[in-house]
């Protein structure tokens, strides 16, 4: 069993900043890329960014140059640093990991509860 469990969210004044973290645990043998999501009241999910197990990174382009994706492979954790936070970003913000569990078997998917961000204008 693999949980993955957000923090960080919270009411913040546009122009803001906030920083979410993701923490795994459980039954881990090696966690691939991570990646944060985030969906708005009637809206699809949609990525926000992603970073490889080697730390390689994507963004969204509506986040780039504010947010900043990073990770602690030590610690099976993944952040996301949001600066310049808009209304637009007020979302709930899930947190998902490629998680393999076995070393012969192959990686699946995992979600966190998500963690709501509300930007105020």
């Known amino acids: 069993q693999v949980q993955l469990v957000e923090s960080g969210g919270g009411l913040v004044q546009a122009g803001g900043s906030l920083r979410l973290s993701c923490a795994a645990s459980?039954?881990?043998?090696?966690?691939?890329?991570m990646g944060w999501y985030r969906q708005a009241p009637g809206k699809q999910r949609e990525l926000v960014a992603t970073?490889?197990?080697?730390?390689?990174?994507d963004y969204a382009d509506s986040v780039k140059g504010r947010f900043t994706i990073s990770r602690d492979n030590a610690k099976n954790s993944a952040y996301l640093q949001m600066n310049s936070l808009k209304p637009e970003d007020t979302a709930v913000y899930y947190c998902?990991?490629?998680?393999?569990?076995?070393?012969?078997?192959?990686?699946?998917?995992?979600w966190g509860q998500g963690t709501q961000v509300t930007v105020s204008s």
């Open positions: 998902n990991a490629g998680v393999q569990i076995k070393y012969y078997l192959r990686p699946s998917d995992y």
């Open positions: 970073i490889t197990s080697s730390s390689s990174t």
């Open positions: 459980g039954s881990i043998f090696s966690i691939n890329a």
